[in-house]
């Protein structure tokens, strides 16, 4: 391979975000800045009730509104063949139980509403205040229903059923086995430390709320919609078969810039459908916009879990076996992943870093009257690592040790990698003591002790804890990428994968430019259109990098070999003899060479190339890995000051060490630590989605009621890196995506318990919280 020495826009160079001048200056292109000529507006009117039957429904005044084109229903949508929308995985049940029960869910709702934000009607008018006002024309007499929305009492004897032809509210009853290893461990337990814990109910919130502009093209009698996604050719897919039962090829998706995804922007929602239905019903574009409240009731949510665990250790603080009980919210109906994130995706990672295989996981996925949840940054992960890390806190304190040393009595060992873990995937690589060593150098562990001192001659609380995580990264086992060189010697990478925040832009023309000796700034990449892209898995579970970034520098070597063998033909030379040099293919120990733009000048006239070579050089790759996934990891070591009077909790200090293998671009991955960080602080420390027990009314439906992180709210953060490359892949890399998400929880709320002097508080650690605890 070709090294470009010292090299400033190379591999592992901090190379500041191309794609920024654009998108902070007011230049990117997000959905809502996207107009159609001629296009209509919809809005959606939803349902008030948490549980309701629809008695009857009354259009006419809507109808007869300034400016309505049309007033759609549940009914209008049957009639034209409208599907229903999918579950996209099987999540096998426990033996014994009955296997997962997918509901089915129209485009809009005609017998009962399940949730407050269940659609109901759609009104299209010409523009959107007219069809906001006709939606407030629409009559529906709703006899109310008795809703659930504790995830606690879902399964309670008396919890009124959501689909009563399912008789029950159990959606799968999961289980990763291993009961009878976990309970031997249990027998012969020294200790035991238990813990009961929620994990809150979130709402992602992207930057842009979601958009969708639908256009039928009747000349190619296809659907095309634009809209923001994490990946254009997954919502192609589902809209295709499911919605409209039509050829793929029958669709186009479009995402330009997008907003922020966290694992929501990944999914197929019903608007999207809508505007494309009633695009085709009206002949012209519609467009739908939320605002922010209606994101709140429309996009699905993450985690609600209620789980009782508990952690078997021998007489020298070894950890012998867990068991956990979770009963985990499904919402109403299941989105695409919904029950996978709780039961097979978390579990991917049971046992996290520690030498831990009597592990016995159960999990009731449970329907509730409540908006439906799915993957949120980390899907699953955060939740197992957790709820191990609040055990291991919990341990240590009955032993009478520190957090860092029972830690340091459970890592995997370095001669035990690589390590199969208790669902039996490999750990491939990975430094846990070390990074764990690393973390606590950079939090300043040990001037912890002053510090507590002079918070507390303060009249201030003060406690430290660690939460080290590991991720199961990678998504889809494969992706593709095309790069096809222009006449001017530039570069247009094609990639299945989709930047919506983490650079692709950058950090994939760094991976070019290092591959094919162009400049940096000559690469484009193209992304987001299935015009463009002929296929791909999107964005998520942090994949873009050891996949899309895989194929992207496969791509880009086919591509210099096929050019090494043109300027080899022009130089009249052994294509062995040519290197590449300054962006230069040159004879070795000669002054002979020729330039990019000479030899993409030949490749495309076929009477200077060589027998057999077609004309062009445009390589695509389809990369496929061969391995279940990497596993980024880290320490993270937080440090809270509580002030005793108010309850007010402030995160003081925060360090984190991660090891995501070889890192394409440090000043990204920082970034991405930032973010994750950010939303694992607003997790462990503010926000909650909350509902009304009685009426099942959303009563965080604004940003008055749901507290987001502010940039006050959050500390300086000390970031560093142990670098241990993965063997599994070509560059070397793993995922970087969600590891602040899965270490920032269990470090405050482990520094909030030392603060308080308690074993364990849910989150979010409000200011009431934090004070009825200090009260008793």
């Known amino acids: 391979m070709d090294q470009m020495v010292g090299d400033q826009f190379g591999i592992g160079q901090p190379v500041r975000r191309k794609e920024d001048v654009r998108l902070l200056t007011g230049r990117g292109t997000y959905t809502d800045d996207i107009n159609v000529e001629g296009q209509a507006h919809l809005a959606v009117l939803r349902s008030p009730h948490a549980h309701a039957r629809i008695v009857s429904i009354n259009l006419d005044a809507a109808r007869a509104a300034p400016g309505v084109l049309a007033v759609l229903t549940g009914q209008d949508a049957e009639a034209d063949g409208i599907g229903l929308f999918p579950v996209m995985v099987e999540v096998p049940p426990m033996d014994g139980t009955p296997p997962l029960y997918a509901p089915p869910r129209t485009i809009l709702q005609t017998e009962r509403v399940r949730f407050v934000g269940d659609l109901v009607v759609a009104v299209v008018a010409e523009t959107r205040a007219q069809a906001q006002d006709a939606c407030e024309l629409v009559e529906i007499d709703y006899e109310p229903l008795p809703a659930i929305t504790d995830t606690a009492r879902a399964l309670d004897a008396d919890a009124p059923v959501i689909w009563e032809e399912n008789g029950t509210n159990l959606c799968v009853h999961w289980s990763n086995g291993r009961e009878a290893e976990a309970d031997a461990a249990f027998a012969t337990a020294h200790t035991v430390a238990r813990v009961e814990l929620v994990q809150n109910r979130l709402v992602g919130n992207p930057m842009e709320p979601r958009v969708a502009i639908g256009r039928w093209d009747a000349e190619r009698e296809r659907y095309e919609l634009h809209s923001p996604s994490q990946g254009a050719m997954k919502v192609r897919e589902s809209l295709a078969k499911f919605a409209f039962k039509v050829p793929l090829e029958k669709v186009r998706v479009i995402s330009r810039d997008v907003g922020g995804g966290f694992g929501l922007r990944g999914k197929n929602f019903p608007e999207s459908a809508l505007v494309l239905w009633a695009a085709k019903r009206l002949g012209r574009p519609v467009k739908w916009r939320s605002d922010r409240s209606e994101t709140m009731v429309s996009d699905p949510h993450g985690r609600d879990h209620v789980t009782t665990a508990e952690m078997a250790f021998d007489a020298n603080g070894k950890a012998l076996g867990m068991r956990a009980r979770t009963i985990a919210a499904m919402g109403a109906y299941l989105f695409d992943f919904g029950p996978r994130i709780p039961t097979v995706a978390g579990a991917r990672i049971a046992g996290t870093v520690y030498d831990l295989q009597a592990v016995n ?416």
């Open 361 to 776: 996981l159960q999990v009731r996925c449970a329907f509730t009257n409540t908006v439906p949840t799915d993957a949120y940054r980390g899907a699953g992960r955060p939740e197992i690592a957790y709820t191990i890390e609040r055990l291991l806190d919990i341990g240590a304190a009955q032993f009478g040790i520190g957090k860092d040393e029972i830690r340091r009595r459970n890592y995997i060992r370095a001669d035990q990698m690589p390590y199969r873990n208790c669902v039996g995937n490999v750990l491939d690589s990975g430094d846990f003591s070390g990074t764990q060593a690393m973390a606590l150098k950079l939090a300043d562990w040990d001037g912890y002790p002053a510090r507590k001192a002079a918070s507390e001659a303060a009249g201030k609380k003060r406690g430290i804890g660690i939460g080290y995580f590991v991720e199961a990264s990678g998504g889809q086992p494969q992706e593709w990428a095309r790069v096809v060189m222009t006449p001017e010697g530039k570069a247009r990478l094609h990639v299945g994968t989709f930047s919506h925040g983490q650079g692709h832009e950058t950090a994939f023309a760094q991976i070019v430019h290092a591959r094919l000796g162009i400049p940096f700034e000559d690469v484009e990449l193209i992304q987001g259109d299935t015009d463009q892209v002929e296929q791909g898995f999107g964005t998520g579970g942090s994949r873009s990098s050891q996949m899309g970034g895989v194929a992207s520098s496969r791509a880009s070597e086919a591509v210099l070999a096929k050019a090494k063998r043109i300027a080899a033909h022009l130089l009249e030379a052994g294509v062995a003899d040519i290197e590449l040099v300054g962006g230069r293919f040159a004879v070795a120990g000669t002054d002979m060479a020729v330039s990019w733009q000479q030899v993409v000048a030949a490749s495309l006239d076929p009477a200077r190339l060589p027998a057999g070579e077609t004309p062009g050089l445009d390589e695509q790759v389809l990369y496929k890995r061969s391995t279940e996934c990497n596993f980024p990891n880290g320490c993270h070591v937080a440090e809270v000051e509580i002030d005793p009077e108010t309850g007010r909790l402030a995160v003081v200090s925060y360090a984190a060490v991660d090891d995501v293998g070889n890192v394409i671009n440090p000043m990204l991955v920082h970034g991405q630590s930032h973010g994750g960080i950010a939303q694992g602080l607003g997790q462990a420390v503010l926000e909650h989605a909350l509902y009304d027990p009685e009426s099942g009314q959303f009563l965080t439906a604004t940003f008055q009621d749901y507290a987001m992180p502010r940039a006050d709210d959050l500390p300086d953060m000390a970031i560093d890196f142990n670098i241990v490359p993965t063997p599994i892949n070509d560059l070397g890399v793993k995922g970087a995506g969600e590891g602040g998400a899965c270490g920032a929880p269990p470090a405050i709320v482990s520094a909030a318990c030392e603060a308080l002097g308690i074993d364990h508080i849910d989150m979010p650690l409000t200011p009431e919280r934090v004070w009825r605890a200090l009260a008793g």
